[in-house]
C-alpha cells in the first residue's frame, strides 16, 4: 500500500488538463481585452492623425482671413475622409474652435468592442484633439506699383455719369466719346475730339462741370492703400515704389518707405495718350524691379508687381490690338516676384462713343479676349477686377490686404 501511495503521490499524469480547465475562462478574458484595447489604440492613433491633417488644414485659411464657417468646412473636409469609424460624419462630435491666433479641434466618439460586449460594454470611447497657434514674422517687402495711364484709364466714372456726360453736349456732342476722347488733347488743339470747347479737352471739361474721371479715384485710391502700406504694423519693413506707362515704362519713385515722396510721386504721374504696349517695356520693368529675394533682410526683400490695366496692347507697327501676352506676364513672374493684376475692365464700346466703324470692330472683338488673359497673366490667387466707383476701391484694398498677407511669413506651431 505504501509503495502505491508513492507513486500515486509522484504521478503528474492529467494534471496540466485539470489546470488548464480552470485557467482557460481567464486566458479568454486576458486576450479578449487585449484586442479590445488594441483595437481602441489603434482607432484613438488613426482619429488623431484625422484630427492633426483637419487643424493644419483650417489653420493655414485661417491665417488667410476665412471666416469661422470656412474654417470649419476646411477641417471637416480634411477630417472626414481620415476618420476610421463608421459614419464618422454622424458618429463622432467634432469640436472646431478659432480664437485670435489659436485653432483647437477635438473630436469624440466611440468604437465597438468584442470580448466586453459579454460584460455589457457595447463601446469603448475615442478622444483626440490638437491646437495650432498661428505665429508670423515680417518679412522685408517691395511693393512696385505698375499704372496703365492712357487714354482707356481718362474715363467719366460710371455708366450714368458717362450718359450725363455725353448727353449734356447734345446736340453737337450727343455722340461724343466719354474719353477725353482717348486723346487728352495736352496741347489744348489736339485732334481726334481732343478740344470740344474753347480749347478744354473732355477730361479738362469734366472736372470742370463736377464729373468723377476714373483715373482720379485710381489715384486716389492708391494714394490711400500706400499710406495704409507705410504707416501701419509692417511700415518699418514695407517700401513701394511707383511707375506708369504707354508704350514705355516711367519709374516715378524707386523703392521708397516715405509715404509723403510716394503720394506725391502718384498726383504728379503724368497721363498719357492714346495706346499702350506692354511688350515694349516689359525687359525694362523686369530690370528695375530686380529679381526677389527670401525677405529675411533689408537688402534681400520679397517683391510684388501691382499691374494695373485693361490689358490691351497695340500691336507694334500697326493699328491692331491683341491682348497682353502670356509671355510678358511670365517674364514680370520670374525670379521669384508676385504678379498682381487689377483689371481694370475697358469701358463697353457702346457706352464710349466717336469710334469709326472699323475701330469699333477691333475694339469689339477684342473686348471678350482681355478678362481670360489677364486672369492667366496674373500669379495663382492674385487677379482683381474693377470697373468703376466703388469696385475700384474694393479692389485695391484687396490688393493690399494680400500684400500684408504676403509680406508675413507665417508658422504653425502645434
Known sequence: MRSLFRRFKDDRSGQFSIMTIVAMPMLLAAGGLAMDLSNQQRFDTELQNAVDAGTLAGAAIAYEGATQNEIRDRVRAYFLPMCPIPACETAVTLSVTFASDRLTVTANGNVGTHFMKMFGRNTMPLNADAQVTLKSVPAHYEVHMVLDNTGSMNIIDGVANIRAFRNQFNPWGATSCAFACHDRGSDGRGGDGGVWNQGETGAQMARRLGFPLREDRLRDEMIDQA?????????????????????????????????????????????????????????????????????????????????????????????????????????????????????????DPAEIGAMDGNLWRKISTLHPQLEPALQACASPGKYFRAEYGASIDQALESIRVAIERDARQMYLAM
Open 227 to 347: 499710406r495704409v502700406l507705410l504707416t501701419g504694423p509692417f511700415a518699418t519693413r514695407v517700401k513701394v515704389a511707383t511707375y506708369d506707362f504707354d508704350w514705355w515704362v516711367f519709374q516715378r519713385i524707386a523703392p521708397s518707405s516715405n509715404f509723403g515722396q510716394v503720394k506725391n510721386s502718384i498726383e504728379n504721374m503724368r497721363w498719357h495718350s492714346p495706346g499702350t504696349n506692354h511688350n515694349w517695356f516689359a525687359n525694362e520693368l523686369a530690370r528695375l524691379v530686380g529679381p526677389a529675394g527670401d525677405g529675411q533682410t533689408a537688402t534681400n526683400p520679397r517683391k510684388a508687381i501691382v499691374l494695373i490695366t485693361d490689358g490691351v496692347s497695340q500691336i507694334n507697327g500697326s493699328s491692331e490690338y491683341e491682348p497682353i501676352r502670356q509671355s510678358t506676364c511670365d517674364l514680370w513672374k520670374q525670379q521669384g516676384r508676385e504678379l498682381f493684376v487689377l483689371n481694370m475692365v475697358y469701358p
